[in-house]
Structure formats: structure tokens, C-alpha cells
């Protein structure tokens, strides 16, 4: 089923928002992204234009700079909530799991 | 040879199969130029060269210059070496060199979606205005089919306008099938996180331009004389249309015309021409046909009048089944036909110049349809039949008589007055019509069927 847009992150797009808690050009998150995750992730640039677009459009983060054609941006206090949902989903995730883990096993 | 040339033959959203033809060119030492009707590569050294096509749903070919959001995008693409290559209406090509380069899509989602908005945005629309146009057509050839099927099925222009239509609806219908089943696919496989390729099939549109072409040709083949002008001049009109049309466009491109306004320009001015160069093409046809209308015939008079005689190839002619004299008539011939039927039909008429003899015939005519279809010969007798059947005016109709002349049946044609000298004549794989202005013996019969059987 489809996810409504922006209600859970993916990676790339929580990574994104997390680069963009400081002012960063477009060109230079892709290099940020996998710099904050020991290259483990990497967002392609048709990827990154278009989740730029889209969190734009939603107001999650917003222009701050444009010289030429460079533009740079910056989370806004949406965006933040949105990482911050994001966080506390996963936080809820890993609180599950350790529950599941260090209840006594069923017997078989 | 520096150049090659080639049809784009992938349907427009399968990215993943342009993008692995290219690098499959660039192994074999082929550089992707430039993009149009025919692709252009350039001659380099083979090389394993990472190709991308993805779409950029905004933009359009007419566009005169990039947008700025295509350059950032184009930008963020060469920050992570993807180096723009061409585009072809609102899809982008990219090359990268590294060896191992980030994907320009890693979400698969978004990919999905940004190729959806390409489709929706342009290329369904325009292809729906295509099949539309086409769809009518066919419609109204349809509609002639069922009143008149053998007006249709006998001529070979309308059956391969017909054929066409139906190939290219058949074309659009299958890529639009496949996209849209591609695309329920591909989403529930992003769902997952995973990207799903596209079919990467050339062959159906390789099919059906062989097909079209094929068609085209076989078309083209049947034509003789004036028919063959008329049709080099539709087709030599068409691609002039096209032509001009592209230098219009490529012209406002220059004037820095937005992509939109050049679009409704050229689209009118399309229009225009194309309904100018019909009108003007039927005016030629029209003209011709009252200009030649005596072209090869030999024109005599008798007092002020004059008058015109035929002399052409016949099947049959008047002296072989009577004692009058061939060079006393005028012989005409007109023939057509398509693949299912062909259709030859003669008038004799005594010329008005020739020495008055009331023992001798004035006229005989006669048609005779071929054809290897059974269903196409019971069309062509029920057609005869109908003819006069339908005809309110004269109350003349053809009756079933005992088979004459070897033939399976035969029918003769009734009036008010009893029955006249007209035979519609059933064979296998042929039917005749044969009308007479004096009563033929059997022998008469026997000899001119047996001449139009064995023609």
C-alpha cells in the first residue's frame, strides 16, 4: 500500500533533513549524506532534486541562499518536527524490539 | 564511417532498456550524439560508459533553452558525474565515466513517480490525440464497411488506411498497457524499497513499422499511373508538412518563443497548412480527372460532335463472341483492386462513326471480380444483388436461373418487361457480370466466360 507522502521518512529523506539542520547547498548533501553515514547511504541527484522539490513544497525546509544557480537551504521548524516523528518512531521501534528481546522465549 | 544513424524504438518510459542499449553501443565504440526521428552516434573509442535516462516532467523539446531548475538538476547530476548527453521531449539521457557511480535514482518511489508525471504530462496525452484522430478514422471507415463493405475492401487505399489506423491504435493501446502494467509493478515493488527494470523490448515497435511499412509498400505497388502520383504527392505532402513544421518550430525555438505559445503556433499553423494542402490536392486530383478524362483515347467527330474511342487491352472483346468488327468499337478498361479483390470492368460501345448496321451490337459490358476469399466473392454477389434490389426507382432485379456457361450459380436480371440480356455469373474464386444489348446464344455465353476464366 501506498505511504502517505512525508508520514514516515526514508533514509534518504530523513538523512537529508538531517544535513539540512545547517545551511547546505543542494550539490554538496549527496557528499554530506554519505559523509554522516560512513558511506552507507547515498542519495542519487535525480533523487535529491526531487525530494528537494517535494520538501520545499510541503515547507519543510526552505531557500535560504541563491547565488547563480547554487542554492542553498535550510530545515525549517516543520522539517524538524517531521525528523523529530521520525526519531520518535524509531526510538518506538527499538523500544519494541527490546521488549520482544528480553521477554522470557515461549515455549516451543 | 564517423556517423551511424538509428530508429528509436523503446517505448518512452523503458529507461532502464535505452539506458542499457547505450552502453551496449558504447561498448562497440558508438556515441550517443543527438536525439530526433533518427539517433545520431558519434564513432569513439569502445569504452564501458554508465548510461541514465531519467525525465524532467516540467520541461518540453520546444522549450528554446533549459529551464533554471533543469540546469540545477542538471547541476546536481554532474556533481556526482553524470555528465548530460541529450534529451528527447521531457526524457534526459546521462553519461557517467566512473566506475562505479551513484545511481541518479535511489529511491525507487520517486522514480516511479517523476517517470508517471513525464508520461501523464506529455507523452499519453499527445499519443491519446493520435489514436483519437486515428480511432475516428477507422470509425467512419467502419461505419462505410457496413453499409458498403466491398466500396472499402476493394480498394487498396482504404484498406491499408484502415490497417494502418488499426496498427497504430495497436501500437499506442500495447504501449500504454505496458506502461501502466509496468508501472502497478514497479510501485508495489518500491513499496519494498526495490527498483523494478523496464520491459526493454524494441521488437514491437519494430513490428509495427515493419508492418506499416510493409503495407506502405505493398500500397504503393498496386498503383499505376495517375493513382501512383496522387500517391507519391500524399505522402511527398505529408513529410513536407512534417518538414516545415520542424523548421517552424526549431525557428521560434531560436526567437526564444516559449515552449507552450511555439507549441499552439506550430499546432494551428499544422492544422492550416494540412487542411490547405488537402483541399489543394483533392483540386489537383479533381482537375486532373476532368483534364485526363480522354487521355488515351482517339477523338472523332461525327457532324459537330465530337466524340471519343478507346482502344485498350481487353479480356474480351466484341469480335470474339460476334462476327462484327473490332476496329468498329470503342474498348475502355478500368481496373482496381486490393489483395482481397480486384475488379475488372469493360464498356464496348459500337463508335458512332461506324457503318449503320442494326444486325450488329451497340454495346456490351461486362465486370469481373477475382478473388482467392470465398467470403469476398459472396460479398461481391450480394452486392450485385443488393444493388438492384435497393434501387427504388427501377424495378429491375436479379432472379436465380439454372447455372449457365459452367457456372456454380447464376442470375438473370428481371424487369417490368420480363428478362433482359444481364447474367450475374458465380465461379469459384470469380464472379461475372455480364450485360448485352441482344440475346446471346449459349455458345456466345460459354465462349466469353471461358475467355474471362482463363484471362
Avoid at chain 2, 513517480?113 to 493520435?130: D, N, P, R, V, Y
Avoid at chain 2, 515497435?205 to 511499412?213: D, S, T
Avoid at chain 2, 515552449?259 to 490536392?281: A, E
Wanted: net charge negative; with cysteine; charged share 20%.
Amino acid at each position: 500500500m501506498a505511504r502517505e507522502k512525508f508520514q514516515t521518512l526514508t533514509e534518504q529523506m530523513f538523512y537529508i533533513l538531517l544535513c539540512l539542520r545547517q545551511e547546505c547547498c543542494g550539490t554538496d548533501i549527496m557528499a554530506a549524506v554519505q559523509e554522516k553515514t560512513n558511506g552507507r547511504v547515498s542519495v542519487g541527484p535525480g533523487t535529491l532534486y526531487n525530494l528537494l522539490e517535494s520538501f520545499l513544497t510541503a515547507g519543510m525546509i526552505r531557500e535560504t541562499k541563491v547565488e547563480g544557480r547554487k542554492r542553498s537551504y535550510l530545515i525549517t521548524q516543520r522539517g524538524e518536527m517531521a525528523l523529530e516523528e521520525e526519531y520518535q518512531r524509531l526510538l518506538t521501534l527499538t523500544a519494541d524490539y527490546r521488549a520482544a528481546m528480553d521477554a522470557p522465549a515461549l515455549p516451543e | 564511417m564517423n556517423r551511424r544513424y538509428e530508429l528509436f524504438l523503446y517505448p518512452f518510459f523503458d529507461h532502464t532498456g535505452i539506458a542499457r542499449h547505450l552502453e551496449r553501443m558504447a561498448l562497440k565504440g558508438w556515441e550517443l550524439e543527438k536525439t530526433g526521428a533518427l539517433w545520431c552516434y558519434r564513432r569513439v573509442p569502445r569504452q564501458a560508459v554508465h548510461y541514465a535516462v531519467t525525465y524532467f516532467p516540467s520541461s518540453t523539446p520546444l522549450d528554446p533553452a533549459p529551464s533554471e531548475q533543469e540546469l540545477l538538476f542538471r547541476d546536481f547530476c554532474e556533481s556526482a558525474g553524470w555528465e548530460f548527453v541529450a534529451q528527447a521531449g521531457n526524457m534526459q539521457i546521462f553519461r557517467n565515466l566512473r566506475p562505479d557511480p551513484v545511481p541518479l535514482d535511489t529511491e525507487p518511489e520517486i522514480e516511479v513517480e517523476t517517470i508517471h508525471a513525464a508520461m501523464m504530462g506529455s507523452h499519453l496525452k499527445s499519443q491519446g490525440i493520435i489514436a483519437a484522430l486515428f480511432a475516428l478514422q477507422l470509425f467512419s471507415l467502419i461505419a462505410r464497411l457496413m453499409v458498403d463493405p466491398l466500396s472499402i475492401l476493394k480498394y487498396g487505399g482504404n484498406l491499408f488506411s484502415a490497417l494502418a489506423s488499426l496498427l497504430l491504435l495497436a501500437d499506442i493501446a500495447l504501449e500504454t498497457v505496458s506502461y501502466f502494467s509496468w508501472r502497478k509493478r514497479a510501485l508495489a515493488e518500491a513499496a519494498e524499497g526495490r527498483f523494478l527494470p523496464t520491459p526493454g523490448r524494441r521488437w514491437p515497435k519494430a513490428l509495427y513499422l515493419l508492418l506499416i511499412g510493409g503495407m506502405f509498400l505493398y500500397y504503393l505497388a498496386m498503383l499505376e499511373g495517375k493513382y501512383l502520383t496522387v500517391g507519391l504527392g500524399t505522402v511527398a505532402i505529408i513529410f513536407s508538412i512534417v518538414g516545415v513544421m520542424q523548421l517552424i518550430q526549431k525557428k521560434l525555438k531560436q526567437r526564444g518563443l516559449s515552449g507552450r505559445k511555439n507549441f499552439l503556433v506550430t499546432s494551428i499553423l499544422g492544422g492550416c497548412l494540412g487542411l490547405v494542402c488537402t483541399i489543394v490536392l483533392m483540386g489537383f486530383i479533381l482537375l486532373s480527372a476532368m483534364e485526363n478524362r480522354y487521355d488515351g483515347a482517339e477523338a472523332y467527330s461525327v457532324g459537330p460532335v465530337t466524340h471519343y474511342a478507346y482502344h485498350d487491352e481487353l479480356p474480351l472483346y466484341i469480335e470474339d463472341i460476334t462476327g462484327a468488327k473490332g476496329s468498329e468499337y470503342s474498348n475502355r478498361l478500368y481496373e482496381n483492386g486490393s489483395f482481397l479483390l480486384r475488379e475488372t470492368q469493360v464498356n464496348i460501345h459500337r463508335r458512332f462513326d461506324a457503318p449503320r448496321n442494326d444486325s450488329l451490337p451497340t454495346s456490351f459490358e461486362y465486370t469481373v471480380r477475382t478473388s482467392p476469399f470465398a467470403f469476398m466473392i459472396n460479398l461481391a454477389v450480394e452486392d450485385r444483388i443488393d444493388f438492384y434490389a435497393n434501387r427504388t426507382y427501377f424495378d429491375s432485379r436479379y432472379e436465380p436461373v439454372l447455372p449457365l456457361a459452367g457456372a456454380e450459380e447464376a442470375w438473370q436480371l428481371y424487369d417490368e418487361d420480363g428478362a433482359r440480356n444481364q447474367y450475374l455469373l458465380r465461379f469459384d474464386g470469380c464472379v461475372m457480370e455480364l450485360s448485352f444489348d441482344f440475346v446471346p446464344t449459349e455458345e456466345q455465353l460459354i465462349t466469353a466466360v471461358s475467355k474471362l476464366l482463363h484471362q
